[in-house]
């Protein structure tokens, strides 16, 4: 048994040293690297990555795939922005249609999966076509957004030690983080998640509502895309069509790094956080370091995702040998 919680854990207690090993390093070789404030700003500069990772965890956690993540996020942004400063539409209202929106869009992904036995791969790129799409139709360039209450909003946070602030992005990633913890182990839809990824046909067996969790899983990583545009609005101040080009690939990585199975049934949303902090302290480090190219980054990131892959087969194939 101890054996067995051992391999299962083992990806996520890679992922842990990796990012202390890390962070320890770059405190070493970059002076001010360990303030408060820099910390800080791995989260605030990852906050929409973080949120889109948390629903993608879900995803991937059941042997799914979301592509059109990136892109949900592109529309949101842009759609929020279009309702603010072109229709004058108050934050209050415009904010929680876009999340229903792309709620509504995740579900209708799920739905499709559900209901014609495609694979997600498949229906959630052509979700990825759709979005994009409809986002160069909303409008074709960035819009900045000048509503003085979003503005007020980009510029709030709360105070730190150290004259740090954590500003509203993070605290919504957060918030995120701690709500998807929640559900991931605490609720029946969460426990329905990891039986659907461990043996969906077993869970059927066991008259677990298959159908339905795929459906609502999809419908949480569209609602998190759409959480994620509203975030990258307020980081930007703008909404951008072009925005998130890729950054389903990050999200996979991140949560891939953070010790989740890309085959389903094993993982943990407190890895992705993990996976997303990799992802900031890499970034700050090349900054800081000042001659790299943040390309180095991409770089990086694809070493550790295949390393943490090959980790991952190498616990799959001790597993079967026992």
Request: charge should be positive; charged fraction near 10%; hydrophobic fraction near 55%.
């Amino acid at each position: 048994m101890k054996h067995w919680l051992l391999r299962r854990h083992l990806p996520l207690l890679a992922t842990c040293a990796l990012c202390l090993g890390l962070y320890v390093a770059g405190a070493v070789l970059c002076p001010g690297f360990a303030s408060l404030r820099v910390f800080v700003n791995f989260l605030a500069d990852n906050s929409f990555l973080g949120i889109i990772a948390v629903g993608m965890t879900f995803v991937i956690l059941s042997g799914g795939i979301d592509l059109s993540v990136g892109a949900i996020l592109a529309l949101s942004s842009t759609v929020l922005a279009v309702l603010i400063e072109l229709r004058h539409v108050p934050v209050a209202v415009a904010v929680p249609a876009v999340l229903a929106m792309g709620g509504a869009l995740g579900a209708v992904m799920g739905l499709v999966i559900r209901h014609f036995r495609l694979a997600p791969f498949i229906v959630t790129l052509a979700g990825m076509f759709c979005a994009r799409g409809l986002a160069q139709i909303v409008h074709l360039e960035a819009l900045p957004i000048s509503d003085p209450g979003y503005l007020a909003a980009t510029g709030w946070g709360i105070p730190l030690l150290a004259g740090a602030r954590l500003p509203l992005t993070a605290i919504v990633f957060l918030a995120v983080l701690a709500v998807g913890l929640y559900v991931s182990v605490h609720t029946p839809f969460g426990r329905n998640v990891y039986a659907v990824g461990g043996n969906e046909e077993a869970a059927l067996l066991m008259g677990l509502p298959v159908g339905r969790t795929k459906v609502g899983i999809y419908a949480l990583s569209g609602f998190c895309s759409a959480l994620g545009g509203v975030v990258f609005a307020l980081y930007s101040s703008s909404g951008n069509p072009s925005a998130g080009v890729g950054m389903e690939l990050d999200a996979i990585a991140a949560v891939v790094i953070g010790g989740t199975l890309l085959s389903g049934g094993v993982g943990h949303v407190l890895g992705t956080l993990i996976g997303v902090l990799i992802f900031g302290i890499i970034q700050t480090g090349i900054t800081f370091q000042g001659t790299l190219s943040s390309w180095w980054t991409k770089v990086a990131v694809g070493a550790l995702l295949l390393l943490f892959v090959l980790l991952q087969r190498l616990i799959a194939r001790t597993g079967r040998g026992r």
